[in-house]
Structure formats: C-alpha cells, structure tokens
C-alpha cells in the first residue's frame, strides 16, 4: 500500500489535463462584436496588471521568509532548511492557482455574453466551463505540490522509522505557510480593490449620475469588472486553496502520531495518507460532476448546479468509505481513546454536511426574495437608516445558525475520532472543492458578462439572460462564502490541532494568567484586521470618488452625454437624433485606465499592513509569551474570527441583494418603487456599506484565521514545551515515598497523576529497591477508581 503515493500525483495530472480541454474548449468560443472584445481587453489587461504588481511585491516577501525559514529548520530538531523549499513551492502554487483563474475568467466572461445572445444554455455551459478551469486547477495544483514534495522527502527521509515521518511532515507544513501567506495578500489586496473601483462606481455612477454602474460613461466600470475577477475569482481561489492544503497537512501531522502502533502494522502510512487520497479522489469526483450541468432554455441555472454539485458529493461518501476502510484499520487505541475507521468516515460524512448546511443557511439570510432580505427592502422605504439598521440586525442573526452546526461538527467528528476526526472532518468537507470553487467562480464571470452586455449595449433579451445567470451568480457567491468560512472554521481547528501536538500541549488552561491574555488578544485581532481592511477600502474610494467625478465636470463630451441622460431618465428612446448623436460622441470618452491605476496602487499599498499583523502577531506572542499564550490567541482569533466573517458576509450578501430587488421593482404598502426612487438609493447605500463587508473584510478573515494557526504550526518546534514545563502544565503531581523496610533494603516510591482533557486520572507508579547495592525498577499504571484510593492513602 505503501507504494499508493506514486499513484496521487496521477490525479492531479488527470486534472490538469481536464482543464486544459476546458479551458481550450473555452477560447475556442467567439468573442461577439468588435466593441465586445474592445472592452473585455480592457477588462483583462487591468486584472492582469494588477496581478503583476501584486506578485512584484510578493516576490519580495517570499525570499525574506524563505531565507528565514532556511535557518530557523537548519537550527531545529526534527526539521531540515527544506521547509522553505515548501514554504516557496506552496506559494508559488498559490500564484499560479490565481493567475489560471484570471486568466480562464476574463477569457470566459465575454464569450458568455456571446453566447447569450443565443441561448441561456449556451452562457451557462461557457460561464461554468470558466468556472470548472478554475475550481479543477486548483485542487490538482495543490494535490500534485503536496504528494511530489511527500515522495521527494521521502528519498531523503526515511518514512519507515517515526523521527524521520515527523521530519517530513514539520518541514511539509512551510506549503500551507506559503499557500496562506499568498491567500491572505490575494483576498485583502483583491477586496480592496475590487471594492473601491464597486463604491465609485455605484455612488457617484448611480446616485449621483443616475446611470447604471455597467454604463460605458461611467470611468469606473472597468475597474469594478476587473474587481470582480480580481476578488471573487483569484481571491477566492487563493481562500479555497489555502483551505484544501492546509486541511490535509494538519490531517497528515495529526496521523502521524499512529504509526507506531501496532493495529497500523499492515500500512503505517495510512492516516498520513488518507486525506491525500481523499483530496485526489475529490479531483475525479468533481470532473464527474461537472459533465451533469446543463439546463434548457426557461430552466433555472441554480438548479442545473445544484445537481452537478450534489452528484459529486454523493460520489465522493461513497469513494470515501471504501478509501478508510482500505487505510485505516477497524479498530486502534491511542492514549486511552479508542478509534475505529467507521469513526473516520462518519467524521467525514460530518465535514461534508456541515459545509452544506452552512451554505444552505447562507443562501437563505442573503438570497434574493427570501424573508430576511425582502425585510430590508420594507425597511429601505424610510431611508438608508433603517436599510443600514436592518442590514446589521440581519448579519448578526444569521451567525446562530451556523455556529450551531460548526460546534456540532466539532462535537461529532471528535466523539467519532478525537482531534484526527475535527481534521479529517475538514478534509470531507473541502473534499469536493473542485467543483464548489467552479460553481463560485461561474458567478463572477457571469456577473462580467453582463457588464459587458450593458456597456456594448447589446439588445434587451440578451441582458435578461445574463442578468439571470448574475442572479443566481450572487446566491452561488454568497453560498461559496458561507462554504468557505466554515471550511476555515474547521481548518483552523485542525491546523490549531496539530500545533497542540507539535508544541507538547495537551490542555487549553484559561485559569492562567498568560493564555486569558492571549485569549483576549486573540479576540481583538478581527476587529482591527477588519478595520485596517475596511478603512483601506474608504481611503483608495476616496480616491476614486474624485476621479470620477473630475472625468465628469471636466470631460466636455461626457458631461453633455450625462445632460442627456439626466433629461430622459437614461432613457434615450426619447432622445432626439442631435441629442443622439451628442450622447454617442462620448463613447470612449470615459478614461477607464486612471481608474485601474487608482485601484491597483491603493490595494498594493493597503494590503501590506494587514499582512503584517496576521504573520507577525502569533510569532510575536509566541516566542515572547510561550506556546500556552500562543494557545489562547489561537482559540480567540478563532471564535471572534469566525463569528465576524459570517456577520460582515451575511450582512453585505444580504444588501446587495436588497438592492437588486429593489431595482428590479418592488411593491411595499400598495406603492410600487424601481430604479432612481428614494427607496432606491437608500438601497444602493446600504449595499455601498456592505461591499467592504461580503468582499474585502468577511472574506479575509477565513485567510486570516488559518494562517496564524498555520505561522504557528510551523514556529511550533521551536517554542514546543519542555519536560519540566510539561508536567507542570498537564498538572502531574509528584508524591515521593521512601520506605525503610530492613537495614539494607530501601525502597522509593514515585507516583505521578496526570489528568487528561475528560477529567480522568490516570497514576504512574514508579518503583525504584535498592538491596545491597543492586538497583530493581517497577512500573505499575493505575486508572479510575484506583487512582483515588491511591491518593487517599497518602494523603
């Protein structure tokens, strides 16, 4: 079996090989008009520059850190310099994750307004083709990253004795390390900009314009289109990735602890394999799904996904059960906690529904028509206030919920496999990443593509159709962001796992004075990563606010154009021909490129600090507060964290979608309100507040808590506890007994109690007789009952 880990690259070649049919399938497809493929050059070249700059600056910051790495591993036991190798390919994997979907989407999403104008089957079948490159590339990528440096390392390592598999898997965590680092720096710089180019271009294009935010006058249309593959499809992709790495490593990391024990002789590899092989079957699984989402025309898109998405998962439970039972044996124990493979699998099947049911719940707090969000709407009637109060009143609701099924995943996957069941139980659930990825990246192609409709001015059928695939776009969007910060929130728990392990620490103590403050700390950190990341966000707006208004006072042909537009309420039908002939001369007018420039310099700048803090903060702590303190940050980054990121997501979901329905006509109290009404403003308001919370903040925060679990995992050997510490801190008592029992014989009694996380006791007995001279060593282990009899009698 031992041999299966040549096969695991298989899988990811296979799904390389898929995407890139795909995504030749994809360019294959016509462009549509000239002014078409104009505008979807200017929407590719802005992403592309900003990835450029991006990956300029990260560059830099990946040979700091790899240097660093290279002594930190060199001066570590059980750890070598080539956990920078690992930091340095994870990273690159990243990137290259990113840049795949950058490129596959701003191909797609003209070719899916091509394709509209033709059929709603046909967007569909190339907007999902898009998003499939996408979600395929990025699990082979990690998949074939993770099992070539696992076989590498293992030339050079031996996995056949246990220091050597600890070798391998401390330096293999520097891949989640670099994937997270990337991530992180992809998710805030994209929401940064992403969301300055969004609020320009809706308060100053909407409000005050009173043109559509996709409009060809307006300058920041490109750049909002850029946003949308810069932050929904590159971060994203980066969010997920980081996610599906950085699962399995902390599943690989808590497995090895089992490869000694007897029950594994057959495969000691097993529970270190597992979730590899789990992540390569969710490859084959996913391609499967793919080819089952189709729908005809009048048929809705969210349900042709929808059974892609589920097939796939059906798939994957019952691949999954044949794959542990094939690894794992029945039955094992390991440190008086017994395990069993139908244990692991109903973990898994645990990580699998949570996920789902998050999304469920997501969609129902921020879909379109639902309870929660046409109470907003209601609320809008009487100004943006009350829209805003609604909004927050909403996101802090919808975290119960999920919370609920979170705390209950945990619960399950432990009592059904202990701390490997948490682990194994995010692998499940990120298992079927492939195609949730290609069902959350379809929505920002999608979303493009109807961008693109309005600005080439494509006939009115033609934006239906794109406008209803943008619909279902936005729930797929805020399901992937439900989906993603649960598999964060297990994640997180699993790398914090496997750092308690690595680091000798048994117990989260908040009696003590050291992790209480680490807790607090911890909880604090959400809040001003939010604030960093939301006040960037104003400032780079600011910015563009004021471009686009000096483009339309100071542009004359533009400023005519939008006298037109005002007059007739933006529509031309009763326009004159002069009036006509005014309006078209300022097509192309509009400099769309200073307000790319606008909103790449600002995300570049802003996304450093953030980055600082989450990287810094755990190392700090650490290495000055110990591994106890670092502990407690841990486990209040990770409540207030999530809580955060389902409030900010939800809340932001929640008002977008307010606004579409609005916009798309609305009766509240037998009066009927549309585009340009007070109720409509006060709507694209709200949602103006809720752009930094779904796109830049919310989102960030998933990253944000598995990297500091993962800045941790790896700084673990090095502030791990020692001896003397541990058995203070696992609050071992040490009672002597020393016996006189003839005039040459001498006995002394050791007796150690070590209470475990259940509260139970277990006693070592250690008994050392000395009889003229020769020394005789007894060990004798008692449990339960016993142990309190024991400590009575010396008492």
Same mark, same amino acid.
């Not at 598995?706 to 058995?727: G, Q, T, Y």
């Given at each position: 079996?031992e041999?299966l880990?040549?096969?695991?690259?298989?899988?990811?070649? $296979?799904?390389?090989?898929?995407?890139?049919?795909?995504?030749?399938?994809?360019?294959k497809?016509?462009?549509?008009?000239?002014?078409?493929a104009?505008?979807a050059?200017? $929407?590719?070249?802005?992403?592309?520059a900003f990835?450029?700059a991006e990956?300029?600056?990260?560059?830099?910051?990946?040979?700091?850190?790899?240097?660093?790495l290279?002594?930190?591993?060199?001066?570590?036991?059980?750890?070598?310099?080539?956990?920078?190798?690992?930091?340095?390919?994870?990273?690159?994997?990243?990137?290259?994750?990113?840049y795949?979907?950058m490129?596959?989407?701003?191909?797609?999403?003209?070719?899916?307004?091509n394709?509209?104008?033709?059929?709603?089957?046909?967007?569909?079948?190339?907007a999902?083709?898009g998003?499939?490159?996408?979600?395929?590339?990025?699990?082979?990528?990690?998949?074939?990253?993770?099992?070539?440096?696992?076989?590498?390392?293992?030339?050079?390592?031996?996995?056949?004795?246990?220091?050597g598999?600890?070798?391998?898997?401390?330096?293999?965590?520097?891949?989640?390390?670099g994937?997270?680092?990337?991530?992180?720096?992809?998710?805030?710089?994209?929401?940064?900009? +992403?969301?300055?180019?969004?609020?320009g271009?809706?308060?100053?294009?909407k409000?005050?314009?009173?043109?559509p935010?996709?409009?060809?006058?307006?300058?920041?249309?490109?750049?909002?289109?850029?946003?949308?593959? =810069?932050?929904?499809?590159?971060?994203?992709?980066?969010? %997920?990735?980081?996610?599906f790495?950085?699962?399995?490593?902390?599943?690989?990391?808590?497995?090895?602890?089992?490869?000694?024990?007897?029950?594994?002789?057959?495969?000691?590899?097993?529970?270190?394999?597992?979730?590899?092989?789990?992540?390569?079957?969710?490859?084959?699984?996913?391609?499967?799904?793919?080819?089952?989402?189709?729908?005809k025309?009048g048929?809705?898109?969210?349900?042709?996904?929808?059974?892609?998405?589920?097939?796939?998962?059906?798939?994957? !439970?019952?691949?999954?059960?044949?794959?542990?039972q094939?690894?794992l044996?029945?039955?094992?124990?390991?440190?008086?906690?017994?395990?069993?493979?139908?244990?692991?699998?109903?973990?898994?099947?645990?990580g699998?529904?949570?996920?789902l049911?998050?999304g469920?719940?997501t969609?129902?707090?921020?879909?379109?028509?639902?309870?929660p969000v046409?109470?907003?709407?209601?609320?809008?009637?009487?100004?943006?206030?009350?829209?805003?109060i609604?909004g927050?009143?909403?996101?802090m609701?919808?975290?119960?919920?999920?919370?609920? %099924?979170?705390?209950?995943?945990?619960?399950?996957?432990?009592?059904?496999?202990?701390?490997?069941? !948490?682990?194994?139980?995010?692998?499940?659930?990120?298992?079927?990443?492939?195609?949730q990825?290609?069902?959350?990246?379809y929505?920002?192609?999608?979303?493009?593509?109807?961008?693109?409709?309005?600005m080439a001015?494509?006939?009115?059928e033609?934006?239906?159709? +794109?406008d209803?695939?943008?619909?279902?776009?936005n729930?797929?969007a805020?399901?992937?962001?439900?989906?993603? !910060?649960?598999?964060?929130?297990?994640?997180?728990?699993?790398?914090?796992?496997?750092?308690?392990q690595q680091?000798?620490? +048994?117990?989260? @103590?908040?009696?003590?004075?050291?992790?209480?403050?680490?807790?607090?700390?911890g909880?604090?950190?959400?809040?001003?990563?939010?604030?960093?990341?939301?006040?960037a966000?104003?400032?780079?707006?600011?910015?563009?606010?004021?471009?686009?208004?000096?483009?339309?006072?100071?542009?004359?042909?533009?400023?005519?154009a939008?006298?037109?537009?005002?007059?007739?309420?933006?529509?031309?039908?009763?326009?004159?021909?002069e009036?006509?002939?005014?309006?078209?001369?300022?097509d192309?007018?509009?400099?769309?490129?200073k307000?790319?420039?606008i909103?790449?310099?600002?995300?570049?700048?802003?996304?450093?600090?953030?980055?600082?803090?989450?990287?810094?903060?755990?190392?700090?702590?650490?290495?000055?507060?110990?591994?106890?303190?670092?502990?407690?940050?841990?486990?209040?980054?990770?409540?207030?964290?999530?809580?955060m990121?389902?409030?900010?997501?939800?809340?932001?979901?929640?008002?977008?979608?307010?606004k579409?329905?609005i916009?798309?006509? =609305?009766? !509240? @109290?037998?009066?009927?309100?549309?585009?340009?009404?007070?109720?409509?403003?006060?709507?694209?308001?709200?949602?103006?507040?809720?752009?930094?919370?779904?796109?830049?903040?919310?989102?960030?925060?998933?990253?944000?808590?598995k990297?500091?679990?993962?800045?941790?995992?790896?700084i673990?050997?090095s502030?791990a506890?020692?001896? /003397?510490?541990?058995?203070?801190?696992?609050n071992?008592?040490?009672?002597?007994?020393?016996?006189?029992?003839?005039?040459k014989?001498?006995?002394?009694?050791i007796?150690?109690?070590?209470?475990? @996380?259940n509260?139970?006791?277990?006693?070592?007995?250690?008994?050392?007789?000395?009889v003229?001279?020769?020394?005789k060593?007894?060990?004798?282990?008692?449990?339960?009952?016993?142990?309190?009899?024991?400590?009575? /009698?010396?008492?």
């Amino acid at each position: 079996m031992e041999s299966l880990i040549y096969l695991l690259p298989l899988a990811g070649i $296979i799904g390389l090989i898929f995407m890139w049919f795909k995504s030749a399938w994809v360019t294959k497809q016509e462009v549509g008009t000239k002014k078409m493929a104009t505008i979807a050059k200017h $929407i590719s070249d802005g992403a592309i520059a900003f990835l450029k700059a991006e990956y300029k600056v990260l560059s830099v910051f990946v040979i700091a850190v790899a240097v660093l790495l290279v002594f930190k591993g060199n001066s570590e036991e059980n750890s070598t310099g080539f956990v920078a190798l690992s930091f340095v390919v994870g990273a690159l994997m990243s990137a290259l994750a990113g840049y795949i979907g950058m490129r596959i989407a701003t191909k797609a999403n003209v070719r899916t307004t091509n394709a509209a104008r033709v059929s709603l089957n046909k967007a569909l079948e190339v907007a999902f083709s898009g998003g499939a490159v996408m979600g395929i590339g990025v699990v082979s990528l990690g998949v074939i990253g993770l099992s070539s440096l696992f076989l590498l390392y293992s030339k050079l390592y031996s996995v056949d004795d246990e220091n050597g598999l600890l070798t391998i898997v401390n330096i293999i965590s520097g891949f989640s390390l670099g994937a997270s680092s990337i991530a992180l720096f992809a998710r805030v710089g994209g929401g940064i900009y +992403t969301k300055a180019a969004d609020v320009g271009a809706d308060l100053v294009g909407k409000v005050e314009a009173g043109i559509p935010e996709d409009h060809p006058l307006n300058p920041a249309t490109i750049a909002d289109n850029v946003g949308d593959n =810069v932050g929904d499809v590159a971060g994203m992709g980066a969010d %997920l990735f980081e996610s599906f790495v950085g699962s399995i490593i902390a599943t690989m990391v808590l497995g090895a602890v089992f490869f000694n024990l007897e029950a594994f002789t057959d495969f000691k590899l097993g529970a270190v394999l597992l979730p590899l092989s789990l992540a390569a079957t969710g490859i084959i699984t996913s391609i499967i799904g793919t080819f089952f989402v189709k729908v005809k025309d009048g048929g809705n898109p969210q349900t042709a996904l929808n059974i892609g998405e589920y097939l796939s998962s059906a798939i994957m !439970i019952v691949a999954s059960y044949f794959l542990i039972q094939q690894f794992l044996p029945e039955a094992w124990e390991f440190n008086g906690i017994e395990y069993t493979s139908m244990g692991v699998f109903w973990a898994t099947i645990v990580g699998l529904i949570a996920g789902l049911g998050v999304g469920m719940i997501t969609e129902y707090y921020t879909g379109t028509g639902t309870k929660p969000v046409t109470g907003i709407v209601n609320q809008s009637v009487t100004g943006a206030a009350t829209n805003i109060i609604a909004g927050l009143g909403l996101g802090m609701m919808s975290t119960a919920i999920p919370i609920i %099924l979170i705390a209950a995943a945990i619960i399950l996957s432990f009592n059904f496999a202990g701390l490997y069941g !948490i682990a194994i139980a995010a692998v499940g659930m990120l298992a079927n990443t492939g195609i949730q990825l290609a069902v959350d990246a379809y929505g920002p192609i999608s979303d493009n593509a109807g961008g693109i409709a309005e600005m080439a001015e494509l006939p009115k059928e033609v934006r239906e159709r +794109t406008d209803k695939l943008d619909a279902v776009g936005n729930t797929t969007a805020a399901i992937g962001k439900g989906f993603a !910060i649960a598999s964060a929130a297990l994640t997180a728990l699993a790398l914090f796992s496997a750092f308690m392990q690595q680091a000798n620490i +048994t117990t989260i @103590d908040i009696s003590k004075s050291t992790v209480m403050a680490g807790l607090f700390v911890g909880g604090m950190l959400p809040f001003v990563f939010s604030a960093l990341s939301m006040g960037a966000v104003g400032r780079a707006a600011m910015e563009m606010i004021k471009e686009v208004r000096r483009q339309f006072s100071e542009i004359p042909e533009l400023k005519a154009a939008l006298e037109i537009m005002k007059k007739y309420d933006a529509d031309l039908e009763k326009a004159t021909p002069e009036e006509i002939a005014i309006f078209e001369k300022a097509d192309g007018m509009a400099e769309y490129d200073k307000c790319v420039d606008i909103s790449t310099k600002a995300s570049i700048k802003e996304m450093v600090l953030p980055g600082i803090l989450a990287i810094g903060s755990p190392v700090l702590v650490g290495f000055i507060g110990g591994a106890e303190m670092l502990g407690g940050l841990l486990a209040g980054v990770t409540v207030t964290g999530v809580l955060m990121a389902i409030f900010q997501s939800n809340a932001g979901g929640a008002w977008d979608n307010a606004k579409k329905m609005i916009e798309e006509g =609305v009766t !509240i @109290d037998g009066k009927d309100y549309g585009k340009g009404s007070e109720v409509h403003k006060a709507g694209v308001v709200g949602d103006t507040v809720g752009d930094p919370f779904k796109d830049t903040s919310g989102p960030s925060l998933n990253i944000l808590l598995k990297l500091m679990s993962v800045v941790a995992l790896v700084i673990a050997p090095s502030i791990a506890l020692n001896a /003397d510490n541990l058995a203070d801190y696992n609050n071992e008592t040490t009672i002597e007994l020393n016996e006189n029992v003839v005039s040459k014989q001498e006995v002394k009694k050791i007796v150690k109690v070590k209470i475990d @996380d259940n509260g139970e006791k277990t006693a070592t007995i250690t008994t050392t007789t000395i009889v003229d001279g020769e020394e005789k060593v007894v060990t004798e282990t008692l449990k339960g009952e016993d142990v309190e009899e024991l400590i009575k /009698d010396t008492e």
